[in-house]
C-alpha cells in the first residue's frame, strides 16, 4: 500500500523561507513524476510543481522564480523549497503524482502539511 507523509510546514512571515518534504512508502516512487499540489480554504487543490524521474521540473506562474521542487530517488523524497513566500502561498500543500494514472488513479492522499504566510 502507497503512503505519502508530507513535513516541514509552519508559520512563516512574508518573504520567509520553508522547505516542504514529501517521504513515499511502499511505492515505485523513483520511475513516477511527482508534483507538489496546495489546497487554500474554500479553493480547489490546484498543481504548483511537478518533477520528472529523470528532474525536468514544470512551476505554475504564481510560484516561478520562488520555489524550487527537487528529488531523491534513492530516499523516495520530493522536496519544494519556497522562498519569498506571500500571504497567498498559504495553503495546505501534499504531493501526489503529477497526473494520475489512466486518468484516475491517484496514490493515496496524505494529510498535507500546513502553510500560513503571514503579511
Known amino acids: 500500500q502507497v503512503q505519502l507523509v508530507e513535513s516541514g510546514g509552519g508559520l512563516v512571515q512574508a518573504g520567509g523561507s520553508l522547505r516542504l518534504s514529501c517521504v513515499g512508502f511502499?511505492?515505485?516512487?523513483?520511475?513516477?513524476?511527482m508534483g507538489w499540489y496546495r489546497q487554500a480554504p474554500g479553493k480547489q487543490r490546484e498543481l504548483v510543481a511537478s518533477i520528472t524521474s529523470g528532474g525536468s521540473t514544470n512551476y505554475a506562474d504564481s510560484v516561478k522564480g520562488r520555489f524550487t521542487i527537487s528529488r531523491d530517488n534513492g530516499k523516495n523524497t520530493v522536496y519544494l523549497q519556497m522562498n519569498s513566500l506571500k500571504p497567498e502561498d498559504t495553503a495546505v500543500y501534499y504531493c501526489?503524482?503529477?497526473?494520475?494514472?489512466?486518468?484516475?488513479?491517484?496514490?493515496?492522499w496524505g494529510q498535507g502539511t500546513q502553510v500560513t504566510v503571514s503579511s
Open positions: 501526489n503524482l503529477d497526473q494520475p494514472i489512466m486518468g484516475s488513479m491517484w496514490y493515496p
Open positions: 511502499g511505492n515505485i516512487f523513483a520511475i513516477n513524476a
